[in-house]
């Protein structure tokens, strides 16, 4: 059995999912609003590492782990670029970009601080560490302002109804944003795939 692959599914469920829950967790933004969606992204990913530690197997591993966890994610996905551009009105595509920036920062530390991390516990006492990290990280979300509105606007959206509004597509710009970020996610993350593989390949 070819383990890299079989572990690689962990991961390509939880991008999958992150991708085509984008525009449903962009309606639920504007329904619920930042803060809700923020807190909500973060315990959602706490509980899909709490039930992923709990995992038997690999298979089930991808349903108490990879399916919460990709849903979590994507709330917070979907809703850090909405905050910084409601917060910052000048130098807002700088804002935007230390967001951006956060998130690769955190990409670069998340390998060695792991594998320091189970050198001193197991792997399930590792996921339940980042639990209470990400537990911690929730707890930002209520300085948030609420609604999807500017903090410093007219009021917030007070409309109740649940709405996916599918116009944008008439825009020629984005079905080419949408499969340039499909090719893009493809050719970052198939080498992933393989770096077991690699790694116990001899020089």
């Known amino acids: 059995m070819d383990f890299s692959c079989v572990s690689a599914w ?3 469920i939880i991008v999958g999912v992150l991708c085509f829950l984008g525009p449903f967790m962009g309606a639920f933004l504007n329904r619920f609003g930042i803060r809700i969606t923020t807190i909500l992204g973060c315990l959602t990913c706490l509980a899909g590492l709490v039930m992923g530690s709990f995992a038997p197997s ?36 700088i804002a935007l970009g230390l967001v951006t920036a956060g998130q690769g920062l955190g990409t670069m530390a998340i390998g060695p601080s792991l594998q320091a991390l189970t050198g001193v516990l197991d792997w399930r006492n590792a996921f339940r560490v980042f ?21 410093n ?21 984005l079905p080419i944003l949408m499969l340039t970020r499909g090719v893009y996610s493809f ?17």
């Open 10 to 12: 962990a991961t390509s």
């Open 58 to 93: 690999i298979v089930a591993f991808y349903a108490a782990f990879s399916l919460p966890f990709g849903v979590g994610l994507t709330l917070i996905y979907v809703s850090s670029p909405i905050v910084a551009t409601h917060y910052f009105k000048k130098r807002r595509s």
């Open 131 to 151: 639990a209470g990290i990400l537990f911690l990280a929730s707890l930002t979300g209520c300085l948030l302002h609420q609604g999807i509105s500017s903090p």
């Open 153 to 173: 606007g007219n009021g917030e959206d007070k409309s109740k109804k649940f709405c996916l509004n599918l116009s944008l597509l008439k825009n020629p710009v």
């Open 187 to 203: 050719c970052r993350l198939v080498p992933y795939t393989h770096l077991v593989s690699i790694a116990r390949t001899k020089p």
